[in-house]
């Protein structure tokens, strides 16, 4: 027979074990509702973080990826010598004539502005008219490029900024081109293409000063010991187009130089 006190110990002992019981109930209760909230909380994080942005990046120049600076001083018109710059990587079939690079609105503080936000597509069909033209002077080299990819780049990174419409960007650059007879400058003081003659520095400059009457700037690479021109830039004022002094140094070294003849 248990007595009275064992069964009081009996019912102490059972009070205790519920309430425990109740006491880890309501903490487990409370340890996920807490979990819970936590778990919400990160989620509605994860969303206002990662939500709005599009799983896959947007292309490297897009509208929303271009520059609003459109101002600049006068016009670069860049002339380019294929021989020079193909002497020793393989380029698509050129001859010996200068040749259009590009048409850039330059800073006098020899910065400039690119790739602008204006009329940000290239479509070759604007240039149906003067196609033909641009692939005679302002041709691709590259073998592994389309024909129209320098027109393309060229129109993204420099025409956008000019606030020109396509088609008057490359019909004034071949106007322009045309006006300047820059071979013949430099034939009529018997400068020509030659792999074994080399000239200096100052007589090329003398015979463009005293065909054309402005300075020009001439940009040069090196291979080896050999200084090869490669680039004429004509200076233009950027409301009139007329010629003005280029004012930058060239970038050929102060040695004679080479107009390079193409390889037969
Ligand atoms: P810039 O960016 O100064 O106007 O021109 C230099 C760029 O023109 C270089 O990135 C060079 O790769 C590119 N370029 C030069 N010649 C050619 C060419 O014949 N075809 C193409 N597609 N790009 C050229």
Not at 148 to 166: A, I, V, Y
Not at 185 to 194: F, G, M, Q, R, Y
Request: net charge negative; proline share 4%; glycine share 2%.
């Amino acid at each position: 027979m248990m007595s009275q006190h064992h069964l009081m110990l009996l019912n102490d002992t059972d009070d205790n074990y519920n309430k425990w019981g109740q006491r880890k109930t309501s903490q487990l209760l409370y340890k996920s509702f807490v979990f819970t909230i936590v778990m919400i909380l990160v989620l509605i994080l994860m969303i206002i973080v990662f939500g709005s942005k599009p799983s896959i990046s947007p292309p490297r120049i897009s509208i929303n990826n271009c520059s609003s600076d459109y101002n600049f001083d006068y016009y670069e018109l860049a002339l380019r010598w294929p021989a020079s710059e193909c002497f020793e990587k393989s380029c698509l079939k050129y001859t010996d004539m200068w040749c259009i690079h590009g048409m850039w609105p330059t800073l006098w503080n020899n910065h400039w502005p690119q790739d602008c936000c204006f009329e940000r597509t290239f479509n070759v069909k604007n240039l149906e008219p003067i196609v033909s033209q641009l692939e005679k002077c302002w041709q691709n080299l590259m073998p592994d490029q389309t024909y129209d990819s320098l027109w393309r780049h060229e129109w993204m990174k420099h025409g956008t900024c000019t606030k020109m419409h396509q088609f008057n960007y490359f019909n004034k650059a071949l106007d322009l081109y045309n006006s300047f007879a820059v071979g013949k400058w430099l034939t009529d003081h018997s400068i020509v293409a030659s792999n074994d003659v080399t000239y200096s520095l100052k007589s090329i400059h003398d015979a463009i000063d005293e065909s054309f009457g402005h300075k020009v700037q001439l940009k040069c690479i090196h291979v080896n010991e050999y200084s090869l021109i490669d680039q004429i830039l004509i200076c233009l004022d950027k409301t009139s187009f007329s010629p003005i002094d280029c004012i930058q140094a060239d970038s050929c070294r102060s040695g004679p130089v080479l107009l390079p003849k193409t390889k037969s």
